[in-house]
């Protein structure tokens, strides 16, 4: 009991959320993206002729992840921060790319380089945001609080937690009924 209340003490909650937000981001996302092998078939008919099969297979490799960033009104690209967004009611989030290697059914192999795949929300306080190991004046500077525990994301402008939560019961029976359609769902929780 003593190890955990030690570790209780030294960890803090927050602290541990984005260390699992980390994890994913540089662990599970490039598993997940080399994973994905697509094999796409197109029947392709010209008129007058016949109608041909082609096939291709489609692979992701090297996923990485930028900082935050936004594209102005006039073109420029500039690194945003927690707060800006909170202002602005933007999402605060990283950019995902990746090379994706497309494999032709006649042999020809292509590698598409750094293709923008998406925005991933970005946790504040993680390795990828421009807070991360500010130290108080500086977070004072770009109008944080600096007491704040951080560990959330910023969607459309407005602060939002993940909580865990911790069952005490397993393997019950749960059963809601819906009654505009008289159906019934089951969940295992």
Excluded: W
């Excluded at 945003?80 to 059914?105: A, M, N």
């Amino acid at each position: 009991m003593e190890i955990l209340e030690n570790y209780a003490k030294e960890v803090p909650i927050a602290g541990e959320g984005i260390r699992s937000y980390d994890y994913y981001i540089e662990h599970l996302l490039p598993k997940l993206f080399a994973s994905i092998n697509v094999e796409a078939k197109a029947i392709v008919a010209y008129k007058g002729a016949e109608t041909i099969e082609k096939m291709c297979k489609i692979s992701f490799q090297n996923v990485n992840v930028r900082k935050p960033m936004i594209i102005e009104g006039d073109g420029r690209c500039k690194e945003i921060f927690p707060g800006e967004c909170r202002l602005r009611k933007l999402s605060y989030g990283i950019s995902l790319y990746t090379d994706v290697h497309v494999k032709r059914g006649s042999g020809k192999f292509t590698i598409l380089k750094d293709v923008y795949m998406g925005m991933v929300p970005c946790m504040v306080g993680s390795k990828f945001c421009h807070l991360y190991e500010m130290n108080k004046n500086k977070l004072v500077e770009h109008g944080e609080d600096p007491y704040d525990p951080q560990s959330y994301f910023i969607v459309s402008g407005t602060e939002r937690s993940i909580i865990n939560q911790v069952s005490s019961s397993c393997c019950l029976f749960f059963v809601f009924a819906n009654s505009v359609l008289f159906t019934f769902f089951f969940f295992i929780a």
